[in-house]
T-cell receptor, first 111, second 112 residues
């Protein structure tokens, strides 16, 4: 049967290009933010995190930027590869141990 | 590499029945979580568990839900009387203090 759910925004990029995925979070008291990658049929996989006292953090091929003024988070993926195709979620933590996920963006990498 | 495991991978149950979803977190982790994801939607926080008690829960986690760590390794989510709208993927996660969460592969719950 037909599945019913939110229509995910999709970002299509060419292999080798850089990708930027954006997320707006909801709670100004959130102190920790995470980006997850979710492939079809699997659980979320940690990519990179950032604490609220930072505005930028870099990992291997990934960079997270945090703008607390406008409650905005972005994930930059350098030299995007076909294996990066997945749904990407941002998540925020508040009250120490409560996490809320964003709606997700589907990244489609064209070879 | 250690990983979070979940059983069963797929559970089919009739409306009104009780289900127990099981998780084995990574052995030296201290914080445990349950999330659900309705098909095509975002991941939703249900509950966090630390030091043998619930530390946070969401609005979704009502009296129909309970969690337990019955021994030193398992972490379970019980739904007492399932409803059609409980159909979803349920993910367990665990973490060490100060570190990221590791998610299990999920249990697909289908309520008919």
């Amino acid at each position: 049967g037909e599945s019913v759910g939110l229509h995910l925004p999709t970002l299509s990029v060419q292999e080798g290009d850089n990708s930027i995925i954006n997320c707006a979070y909801s709670n100004s008291a959130s102190d920790y933010f995470i980006w997850y990658k979710q492939e079809s049929g699997k659980g979320p996989q940690f990519i990179i995190d950032i604490r609220s006292n930072m505005d930028k953090r870099q990992g291997q091929r990934v960079t997270v930027l945090l703008n607390k003024t406008v409650k905005h988070l972005s994930l930059q993926i350098a030299a995007t590869q076909p294996g990066d195709s997945a749904v990407y979620f941002c998540a925020e933590r508040y009250n120490f141990n409560k996490f809320y996920f964003g709606s997700g963006t589907k990244l489609n990498v064209k070879p | 590499e250690p990983e979070v495991t979940q059983t069963p991978s797929h559970q089919v149950t009739q409306m009104g029945q009780e289900v127990i979803l099981r998780c084995v977190p990574i052995s030296n982790h201290l914080y445990f979580y349950w999330y659900r994801q309705i098909l095509g939607q975002k991941v939703e926080f249900l509950v966090s568990f630390y030091n043998n008690e619930i530390s946070e829960k969401s609005e979704i986690f009502d009296d129909q839900f309970s969690v337990e760590r019955p021994d030193g390794s398992n972490f379970t989510l019980k739904i007492r009387s399932t409803k059609l709208e409980d159909s979803a993927m349920y993910f367990c996660a665990s973490r060490k203090a100060g570190y990221e969460q590791y998610f299990g592969p999920g249990t697909r719950l289908t309520v008919t």
